[in-house]
């Protein structure tokens, strides 16, 4: 089993839907949670970042962590097209050291 | 804030040669740098960590001596791929610990390198 599961998908949606993306993990000593952005053939970028449990809301973004469940989600409200890239999650259990990546689900939000 | 380039971005070479990759944080002084390797479709995978001054850490299965890595200084970090071969092939990434904008911390990711070997 691996530390963290992704689904790759692809994901489509159309212009102006919201995005759920979601990662499950095993490792109880995560504290540390991120999502990255990753455009084809580009480096990821960080998107946010939460640490423990809770909600953090960042314009059209909202991450949502639930260690009882050992889940973690990413909200994205009135989706673009140009949010067509492939979302990884990463985790880490002491900041931003040795993160742990899901496989990322790639997203597609058609016009 | 918070920016890390990688030069080159793409490289093509012959099977026995070696490349080497280098890692800049432009804005920050990154006291630690990792370099993941990522194939079609595949998650990152973190290769080493490296600190400045002192020797990396390699992950296990990863092979210090085909994948060198050094960290001079505190904002350039280097990768050689030593004797290249084509299962060598991927896409590498680098990324710095440091401090991004609004203050907070982060590992901040290089654009990549495609490396293809023939």
């Known amino acids: 089993q691996k530390e963290v599961e992704q689904d790759p998908g692809p994901l489509s949606v159309p212009e102006g839907a919201i995005v759920s993306l979601n990662c499950t993990y095993s490792?109880?000593?995560?504290?540390?949670f991120m999502w990255y952005r990753q455009y084809s053939r580009k480096g990821p970028e960080l998107l946010m970042y939460?640490?423990?449990?809770g909600n953090k809301e960042d314009g059209r973004f909202t991450a949502q962590v639930d260690k009882s469940s050992k889940y973690i989600s990413l909200f994205i409200r009135d989706s673009q097209p140009s949010d067509s890239a492939t979302y990884l999650c990463?985790?880490?259990?002491?900041?931003?050291?040795?993160?742990?990546f899901g496989t990322g689900t790639r997203l597609l939000v058609s016009p | 804030g918070a920016v890390v380039s990688q030069h080159p971005s793409r490289v093509i070479c012959k099977s026995g040669t070696s490349v080497k990759i280098e890692c800049r944080s432009l804005d920050f002084q990154a006291t630690t740098m990792f370099w993941y390797r990522q194939f079609p479709k595949q998650s990152l995978m973190l290769m080493a960590t490296s600190n400045e001054g002192s020797k990396a850490t390699y992950e296990q299965g990863v092979e210090k001596d085909k994948f060198l890595i050094n960290h001079a200084s505190l904002t350039l970090s280097t990768l050689t791929v030593t004797s290249a071969h084509p299962e060598d092939s991927s896409f590498y990434i680098c990324?710095?610990?440091?401090?991004?904008?609004?203050?907070?911390?982060?590992?901040?990711f290089g654009p990549g390198t495609r490396l293809t070997v023939l």
């Open positions: 490792n109880s000593a995560f504290q540390y």
């Open positions: 990463a985790m880490s259990p002491t900041g931003f050291q040795k993160l742990v």
């Open positions: 990324s710095a610990g440091g401090q991004g904008g609004q203050g907070h911390n982060g590992q901040f």
């Open positions: 939460t640490y423990s449990s």
